[in-house]
């Protein structure tokens, strides 16, 4: 069976930091793209980030370009978000997912993923 499980998330003031891991268990996807989405209350879910196979590609959304870098660690079978900089409109549930093809087309998709995590929350106060 299939588990993303993320971690990291809390609660931290304005401007400063935290780190989301995403372990990924029952098969590996370190040749698959995985990305990050966030929901915020009364708000649909929304791109954040996501990695390509080699890692050598990521998109990011506009919002929190030069604030967020998302990476992996395929031996681990993880991916993490950093984000630094952090606002209060960046609060919200963030969700890891997963795409189970070997060949991504749209990384800022939420139907490009098969997988999903259960997600962490992360507050952020003013």
């Known amino acids: 069976q299939v588990q993303l499980v993320e971690s990291g998330g809390g609660l931290v003031q304005a401007g400063g930091s935290l780190r989301l891991s995403c372990a990924a268990s029952?098969?590996?996807?370190?040749?698959?793209?995985m990305g990050w989405f966030r929901q915020a209350p009364g708000k649909e879910r929304e791109f954040v980030a996501a990695i390509g196979r080699s890692g050598a590609e990521t998109y990011y959304v506009y919002s929190v370009k030069g604030r967020f870098t998302i990476s992996r660690d395929s031996a681990k079978n993880t991916v993490y978000l950093q984000m630094n900089s952090l606002k209060p409109e960046d609060t919200a549930v963030y969700y890891c997912?997963?795409?189970?093809?070997?060949?991504?087309?749209?990384?800022?998709?939420?139907?490009?993923?098969?997988?999903w995590g259960q997600g962490t929350q992360v507050t952020v106060s003013s």
């Open positions: 997912a997963a795409d189970a093809a070997l060949r991504t087309y749209n990384y800022y998709s939420q139907s490009t993923y098969n997988y």
């Open positions: 029952g098969r590996t996807f370190s040749r698959n793209a």
